[in-house]
């Protein structure tokens, strides 16, 4: 287990869960229709540059997200055993910076895992 990040065994069983999910029977609409056609509009209702020439999935977007929550983690983990072991490179201030990010990107990403959460029992529950 690893204590510094997040393990990336639990990331890979968190996308085996997205996509068990997105097997389900879907209804008519694609997810940017759901949300009322608002993905990759601009200004002015033009397809963004970005989106046209590129298109990012929503599992790889998750999944470089936690990847950079566990990176942020062990940065500041790394930081914080050189500063114990008296490393002149790292100063206590740069330390506990990293420490302070790397615990808002977590529980961020907490609060973003608990709003997909309970997005998906509300959709699961509605009546058709």
């Not at 590129?54 to 929503?58: G, R």
């Not at 201030?93 to 420490?99: C, G, P």
């Given at each position: 287990m690893n204590i510094g990040g997040i393990d990336s065994s639990r990331i890979e069983a968190m996308m085996a869960q997205l996509k068990a999910a997105s097997q389900k029977p879907a209804g008519p609409a694609s997810p940017a229709e759901a949300l009322g056609g608002l993905g990759g509009i601009g200004k002015l209702g033009a397809p963004d540059a970005a989106e046209s020439s590129?298109?990012?999935?929503?599992s790889d977007a998750l999944k470089a997200s936690l990847q950079n929550v566990s990176n942020a983690q062990v940065q500041a983990d790394d930081m914080g055993k050189k500063f114990?072991?008296?490393d002149d490179s790292v100063s206590l201030?740069?330390?506990?910076?990293?420490?302070q990010k790397a615990s808002i990107s977590f529980q961020a990403t907490v609060q973003v895992r608990n709003k997909l959460v309970s997005?998906?029992?509300d959709i699961m529950n509605m009546q058709v």
């Open positions: 590129t298109k990012v999935s929503f114990a072991a008296g201030s740069d330390t506990m910076i990293a420490m997005a998906y029992h």
